[in-house]
């Protein structure tokens, strides 16, 4: 049985509300411009502000272990953000800096991006070329457990930093896959991930692959000078741009991304409650492609960035999309430092397609939809044709080679019915 404690009444706490609010105003003053902060302060909700000190005392005097005041207010604090969306939190000095580090693009881990979903720990996407992708994690994976800590009480920014360390050291996670019963132990190897966000190839003569793992400040840049690159090797007759399994990254890096393929119109805006947070970006003049067929592949795992791109492209009528529904995280969020070495990720607004759709919680529908597969090949790797036949008639014409199918596009049915597509476009425009 729970012993009775003393309850004490509101007049007798420890902090009075208006003291304990003090304390927490730095935070509002640098999310909120003056005039904001003044209305809230004249319409403070002085019962619930009461109730929190009252539970604030209550932790302090009758919690089985001592707990200092600036552990409770930071939680408090993380308590506040983590409730408003899955996107938004609070950062210490140690998860500040590690921010920003993986937004400079190089730190020590496994290479994945992770989320909740329906609060549980989920990948979201493996980065290319990284320790997860090559154990073979995908999109929707769920972590039940790192090493021998379970996921399920563990905050996001938690999570990140049990995956993160030291180069060359192991780590174990416990993975449950959507459509299997039992859950796989996989264990990893960290590296220093470095991620280069655009790699190009040719897939066939005039075909060509550009490949963005996701949007750091130069993809824009990057990209241009991919296509540019794939020019000189041959004229493009059609291109694969590869969204999949890519998390976001930069806004202004979409937009970047998607002028390389428009010469003109909306490419994104986005809405919030504050001035500053609405904003419009269109297309400027000449493009680095501005003609080429174009398709563009998504994915479950296609997010936030990603989806602007696919969709600006797709309001454009610029790009056929193909591949599966993405992700669908429409949100923007703004890294607010607090001027301790701390700070906020705050969802601040939505985006908007230029048609005017949302992305959150809805996803860009492609406009073929192509599943995950490979391509298999018979044992005699084709079917019996004429030419194969005894005594066939032959061609007046030379005989000319048919292109064998790479591995790599058996291996990735989608990339191959993207190849495929260029090349009846390309039918199309000759007629």
């Excluded at 070329?129 to 800590?149: C, N």
């Amino acid at each position: 049985m729970t012993p009775a404690l003393p309850m004490p009444g509101r007049a007798g706490l420890a902090l009075s509300p208006r003291r304990l609010l003090a304390s927490l105003l730095p935070v509002a003053l640098l999310a909120l411009p003056l005039p904001a902060v003044s209305a809230v302060n004249d319409d403070l909700p002085v019962e619930e502000i009461q109730t929190f000190a009252e539970v604030f005392e209550r932790i302090k005097r009758a919690y089985v272990e001592e707990v200092d005041d600036a552990t409770l207010l930071r939680n408090a604090m993380r308590g506040m953000l983590s409730e408003l969306d899955p996107h938004s939190a609070f950062l210490d000095r140690e998860q500040f800096q590690s921010l920003r580090e993986s937004t400079q693009g190089e730190f020590g881990g496994i290479g994945i991006e992770v989320g909740l979903e329906d609060g549980q720990l989920t990948v979201i996407t493996p980065i290319d070329d990284t320790p997860a992708s090559r154990a073979g994690l995908q999109a929707r994976d769920q972590i039940l457990s790192i090493d021998d800590t379970p996921t399920e009480r563990l905050s996001l920014q938690e999570a990140v930093n049990l995956m993160r360390g030291e180069p060359g050291t192991r780590i174990e996670l416990t993975i449950l896959r959507r459509g299997e019963s039992s859950p796989r132990t996989v264990t990893l190897t960290r590296e220093v991930i470095r991620t280069e966000s655009v790699r190009s190839e040719l897939l066939e003569p005039g075909f060509g692959y550009l490949r963005v793992t996701q949007f750091q400040t130069r993809t824009g840049d990057q990209v241009a000078e991919q296509i540019r690159r794939l020019e000189r090797e041959a004229p493009l007759s059609g291109l694969v741009l590869d969204l999949r399994n890519n998390p976001g990254g930069v806004l202004q890096a979409a937009v970047g991304v998607a002028d390389a393929f428009l010469d003109s119109g909306l490419i994104v805006y986005t809405e919030g409650r504050l001035p500053d947070t609405e904003m419009q970006f269109s297309a400027s003049p000449g493009s680095a492609a501005p003609e080429v067929p174009l398709v563009v592949l998504i994915n479950g795992g296609s997010a936030s960035a990603a989806e602007i791109v696919a969709g600006a492209l797709q309001d454009q009528r610029r790009a056929v999309v193909m591949g599966t529904e993405s992700f669908g995280k429409g949100s923007v969020q703004q890294i607010m430092p607090l001027g301790n070495g701390e700070g906020l990720k705050l969802t601040t607004a939505l985006y908007y397609t230029p048609n005017g759709r949302s992305i959150q919680a809805q996803g860009i529908e492609p406009d073929v939809e192509v599943v995950r597969g490979r391509v298999e090949v018979t044992e005699t790797g084709r079917e019996v044709r004429e030419a194969d036949l005894e005594g066939h008639l032959r061609s007046r014409d030379a005989p000319r080679e048919r292109a064998e199918l790479s591995e790599r596009l058996r291996e990735d049915y989608q990339l191959g019915e993207a190849l495929n597509l260029l090349k009846a476009l390309n039918v199309l425009s000759r007629r």
